[in-house]
């Protein structure tokens, strides 16, 4: 199940080099992916790192307010 989705463009833009052979667009498809990946991966941490810290911010302010 995936927590957020990216909006992904087309990969068309894969199949436009003039050289290209379906060898090189299968890997550069795989590449793409991969790196999809670890964006998604990285979103995700990033995110379960801010939800924490302001967790944590909000505590800390609700402490100070009732000193």
Same mark, same amino acid.
């Given at each position: 199940? &995936? /927590?957020?989705?990216? &909006?992904?463009?087309?990969?068309?833009? /894969? *199949?436009?080099?003039?050289?290209? =052979?379906?060898?090189? &667009?299968?890997?550069? $498809?795989? &590449?793409?992916?991969?790196?999809?990946?670890?964006?998604? $991966?990285?979103?995700?941490?990033? $995110?379960?790192?801010?939800?924490?810290? /302001? =967790? *944590? @911010?909000?505590?800390? =302010? @609700?402490?100070?307010? $009732? /000193?």
């Amino acid at each position: 199940m &995936r /927590l957020w989705t990216v &909006r992904r463009p087309s990969l068309n833009w /894969l *199949a436009c080099g003039e050289d290209d =052979t379906p060898e090189k &667009r299968v890997q550069k $498809k795989q &590449r793409y992916m991969e790196i999809m990946e670890t964006v998604e $991966k990285t979103f995700i941490e990033d $995110k379960k790192f801010g939800n924490s810290s /302001l =967790t *944590a @911010s909000s505590s800390f =302010t @609700s402490k100070e307010g $009732k /000193l």
